[in-house]
C-alpha cells in the first residue's frame, strides 16, 4: 500500500534529523547549527585551559603573574562581546532567511489533539497526517490551531513554527528533491504529545499534479457498499468526514484514510490488521486520544474495515 512508507523505512537514515537538510530554510539552520557547534567548542576549550592554568599548582619561588586588568578587559570582555554579537548577527540574519515569503502552492495545516489536519485549499483536498508537497517549489504553509498550542517541526525541511489557537502562523519550505520525511509536534500539548508525527513526502512536480487529480476524482467517488451505511448508523460520522457522506469535522477526515501511511498520526503502519486493532482498541493504542472503542457485532465490523480499506 504505502510507497511512502516504504520509501520512509529505506530512504533510511534519516528522516527526521535537522543535520540532513533537504531544502534551503533547513540548510541555512543547519550551517547555524555546526557554525555555533564550532565556535563554542572553540571558546570551551580556550576558557578551559585559562581556568586550568589559572588553578595549577605552582612552584612557590615562580614569579608572580604578569596578566593584570588589561587581560580580564580583552579577554573577559571585549572577545566575548564581539563573539556574542557576532552570533546574534549570524541567527537573526538566519531567522529572516527562513521568513514566510512567496510560494507556488500554499497549503493549511491545522494542529489538533493528537493528530495533524492537511489541507490544499486550491485543489480542496483535506487529509491527515500525510503532507504532499512538490520538489523543488516554494511551498507555502499556513499554521493554525484547533484547541492548545502545537508546534510544528520538520527537521529535514525546516525549524520549528508554533500553531495557535487564535492566530495564524506558517513558513515556507522547499524540497530540493523527492522524499519521504517525518515531522512531529515539538509543543507539548497533551498525553500523545509524543505520538503526534507527520509524514510528509514530496514528489516530482508532474507526479505531485498527478496525485492532487487523483484525490479530487477519489473524493468525487467514494466507494459504495454495506460498510458505508454502518460507518453512518454506527455513528462515526458524528465526528469523522468522508466526503459525499458525512461532514462532521471533530475527527480527521477519512475520505482519502487508505491512502495515508499511517493510522493514529503515525502510531501504526496502515495495515488492514492495524486499521481493526485501531478501531477495537484505540485506547490501548494511543491513550488519551478522542476515539472511542468500537463495539461492532462482527459482521458490520468487517464490513465497515473493508470500506474504509477502499477510500484511497
Ligand atoms: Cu501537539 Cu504536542
Known amino acids: 500500500m504505502n510507497t511512502a512508507l516504504w520509501l520512509l523505512s529505506c530512504s533510511g537514515a534519516h528522516p527526521q534529523s535537522a543535520l540532513h537538510p533537504a531544502g534551503p530554510d533547513s540548510a541555512a539552520l543547519a550551517d547555524l547549527i555546526w557554525g555555533l557547534t564550532g565556535i563554542l567548542t572553540v571558546v570551551f576549550v580556550i576558557t578551559v585551559a585559562i581556568a586550568a592554568a589559572a588553578v595549577a599548582p605552582r612552584r612557590p619561588d615562580a614569579a608572580p603573574s604578569e ?41 493549511q495545516v491545522v494542529g489538533h489533539q493528537f493528530w495533524w489536519e492537511v489541507r490544499y485549499p486550491q485543489a480542496g483536498i483535506v487529509d491527515a497526517n500525510h503532507l504532499v508537497l512538490p520538489a523543488g517549489s516554494p511551498v507555502v504553509l499556513e499554521l493554525w490551531s484547533d484547541d492548545v498550542i502545537h508546534s510544528l517541526w520538520i527537521p529535514n525541511l525546516h525549524g520549528k513554527v508554533d500553531l495557535l489557537p487564535e492566530r495564524r502562523s506558517g513558513f515556507w519550505l522547499r524540497a530540493d528533491a523527492p522524499g519521504v520525511w517525518r515531522g512531529a509536534c515539538t509543543e507539548y500539548c497533551g498525553t500523545q504529545h509524543a505520538r503526534m508525527l507527520l509524514t510528509v513526502e514530496a514528489l516530482e512536480p508532474a507526479a505531485f499534479e498527478a496525485w492532487q487529480v487523483g484525490q479530487v476524482a477519489r473524493a468525487a467517488e467514494v466507494p459504495e457498499g454495506p460498510g458505508r451505511e454502518v460507518f453512518v448508523s454506527a455513528g462515526c460520522a458524528a465526528c469523522h468526514a468522508v466526503r459525499g457522506v458525512s461532514a462532521a ?35 490501548e493504542v494511543k491513550p488519551g486520544n478522542q476515539m472511542p472503542p468500537s463495539q461492532l457485532p462482527d459482521r458490520e465490523f468487517e464490513a465497515l474495515v473493508d470500506w474504509l480499506g477502499s477510500l484511497r
Open 67 to 107: 596578566l593584570g586588568p588589561r587581560f580580564v578587559a580583552i579577554s573577559g570582555i571585549a572577545i566575548p562581546t564581539v563573539i556574542l554579537f557576532g552570533i546574534l548577527g549570524w541567527s537573526l540574519q538566519t531567522t529572516f532567511a527562513v521568513r514566510p515569503g512567496q510560494g507556488a502552492v500554499a497549503l
Open 249 to 283: 469535522d471533530r475527527g480527521p477526515d477519512l475520505t482519502h484514510v487508505a491512502s495515508r501511511p499511517t493510522l493514529a498520526a503515525g502510531v501504526l503502519p496502515n495495515t488492514r490488521e492495524n486499521l481493526i486493532q485501531w478501531l477495537r482498541a484505540p485506547q
